[in-house]
């Protein structure tokens, strides 16, 4: 079982920048990849970024491809996601998944983080 706790979520100006933190229960590295995903009001939950379980290869929706970056501590058992240059489209609940083994850009991970809002507006 892991436990996924996302932190860092908030209102943001657009052209800003926040880091969200997915700390995650027992130990996560080299078993489990990780995945950020977000869901918009009225919208389906869309994937965003993901880092393989060794961390050697990292994923991006074209979206966000140059403005954000996944990354992880191992020490930390803690995952994250650095966004720059935020835009109002951006706006979601952010949320952090674990999928064992093998990375994915669908939604088909096996834990789920309760998710943080973050919100682009002036």
């Known amino acids: 079982q892991v436990q996924l706790v996302e932190s860092g979520g908030g209102l943001v100006q657009p052209g800003g920048s926040l880091r969200l933190s997915c700390a995650a229960s027992?130990?996560?590295?080299?078993?489990?990849?990780m995945g950020w995903f977000r869901q918009a009001p009225g919208k389906e939950r869309e994937f965003v970024a993901a880092?393989?379980?060794?961390?050697?290869?990292?994923y991006y929706a074209d979206s966000v491809k140059g403005r954000f970056t996944i990354s992880g501590d191992n020490a930390k058992n803690t995952v994250y996601l650095q966004m720059n240059s935020l835009k109002p489209e951006d706006t979601a609940v952010y949320s952090c998944?674990?999928?064992?083994?093998?990375?994915?850009?669908?939604?088909?991970?096996?834990?789920w983080g309760q998710g943080t809002q973050v919100t682009v507006s002036s």
């Open positions: 027992g130990r996560t590295f080299g078993t489990y990849a």
């Open positions: 880092i393989s379980r060794n961390g050697g290869n990292t």
């Open positions: 998944a674990a999928r064992r083994l093998l990375v994915s850009t669908t939604t088909s991970y096996d834990y």
